[in-house]
């Protein structure tokens, strides 16, 4: 009985380790290296390049407020942007996405 107890709760604190893992959000401060902006407008992805790693790492952001300074042009590629994701259905998914300079 007290095996069956034991493995049930490495069980429970393995799966709980493993949703917390895939759910972790992400953070990073790159270059746009490349952006494009959906023909409907209610998308956008961005390619960044990781100042730390020099890793390429694409982003798709859906928030209204970014969406406008990518089309105002107030964010385009050459800008140092600091961003937050979450990996969700495999595609990296914006939570926080703004220039480190300001704007």
């Known amino acids: 009985m007290k095996r069956t107890v034991s493995l049930m709760l490495?069980?429970?604190?393995?799966?709980?380790?493993?949703?917390?893992?895939?759910?972790?959000?992400?953070?990073?401060v790159g270059v746009i290296t490349k952006m494009s902006v959906a023909p409907d407008g209610k998308s956008a992805t961005a390619?960044?390049?990781d100042n730390k790693g020099g890793k390429e790492i694409t982003?798709?952001?859906?928030?209204?407020?970014?969406?406008?300074?990518?089309?105002?042009?107030?964010?385009?590629?050459?800008?140092?942007?600091?961003?937050?994701?979450?990996?969700?259905?495999?595609?990296n998914q914006s939570k926080y996405f703004r220039k480190t300079a300001g704007c």
């Open 10 to 28: 490495v069980m429970v604190f393995a799966l709980a380790a493993f949703a917390t893992a895939a759910f972790a959000e992400e953070k990073l």
């Open 47 to 49: 390619t960044l390049k």
């Open 59 to 91: 982003v798709v952001v859906t928030d209204d407020l970014t969406l406008d300074k990518f089309k105002d042009h107030r964010i385009v590629v050459g800008d140092e942007i600091r961003v937050k994701y979450e990996v969700k259905d495999g595609k």
